[in-house]
């Protein structure tokens, strides 16, 4: 047990030759937004696959919803996934369902007993809190790739998770619609006050959501710690970043 939500206790993860985590730690409260940042490649997906079991740590611990799940099974982790659940970067909707029918389907493959009005009655307001009621009929081949991001958060919620992973959301969608899914997200960081990861590179996303943020630099973790802390940083590397987004005025402003 961790009395953290998340935490990575000492994680490693090579593939082959490619160390990509070397010995990363960092942790998330329950209630909290984190947001993982950090180059392409770096291993943010993988620690996303780490936390729900899709990919094991070769050292290290791992830390998900409280419990020690780095001997988990399957099985433990086909639980849990319910409990944490993941939006992927690729929407991973149905293609032969509806909009509709895509938001709905946790709720009908539930093990309880189906109760029709209650569930069209969940998909009718998670469609309209993530603004995609328009396209209820369409599917999802019809939809931009931002709106089909809204389709895929509509339905992680409908499994009623405690805690959601976002997986870069608002990438390779245009600037509009990125500005949209992300208002989106925090809309719902604050309506809903789950537990929350969001990697992103998207800076000025990440400073409206981060609770806590994780660098993550060649393998490791270049920085790890609040927004505001992040905001008074010496590292010439990270103060750089930020500054290419022109976020240093800002974020001196949150100082
Ligand atoms: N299943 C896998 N098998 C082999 N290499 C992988 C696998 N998943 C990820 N990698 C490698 O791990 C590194 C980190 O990948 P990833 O976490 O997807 O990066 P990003 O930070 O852009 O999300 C990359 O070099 C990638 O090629
Ligand atoms: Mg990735």
């Not at 309209?128 to 809204?150: H, N």
């Not at 604050?190 to 590179?201: G, Q």
């Not at 990440?206 to 609040?226: C, P, S, Y």
């Amino acid at each position: 047990m961790s009395e953290h939500y998340f935490e990575f206790r000492n994680v490693s993860k090579s593939f082959g030759d490619n160390d990509v985590l070397k010995d990363v730690s960092f942790f998330i409260d329950q209630g909290e937004t984190a947001v993982i940042m950090g180059r392409s490649g770096v291993g943010k997906s993988v620690s996303l696959k780490l936390l729900l079991g899709f990919l094991k740590p070769d050292a290290g611990k791992i830390i998900v919803a409280g419990n020690d799940v780095t001997e988990w099974t399957e099985k433990q982790f086909a639980e849990i996934r319910r409990t944490v659940t993941m939006v992927f970067q690729s929407g991973a909707l149905f293609d032969s369902l509806t909009v509709a029918e895509n938001v709905a389907f946790p709720l009908e493959t539930r093990g309880e007993k189906r109760d029709q009005d209650k569930i069209d009655a969940k998909v009718a307001e998670l469609m309209k809190e993530l603004e995609v009621t328009d396209f209820a009929e369409r599917i999802p081949a019809d939809l931009s790739t931002g709106t089909k991001r809204s389709v895929a958060i509509a339905r992680a919620l409908a499994e009623d998770p405690a805690a959601i992973l976002y997986d870069e959301p608002t990438t390779m969608v245009d600037p509009l619609m990125a500005a949209h899914v992300g208002d989106l997200i925090v809309k719902l960081k604050a309506k809903l006050k789950k537990t929350a990861i969001v990697v992103t590179h998207d800076t000025h996303l990440a400073k409206k959501l981060a609770d806590r943020v994780i660098f993550l630099q060649e393998g490791r973790v270049g920085f790890f710690g609040t927004w505001a802390e992040l905001a008074n940083t010496k590292d010439a590397f990270l103060r750089n970043f930020l500054a290419q987004d022109e976020l240093i005025p800002a974020l001196e402003e949150t100082a």
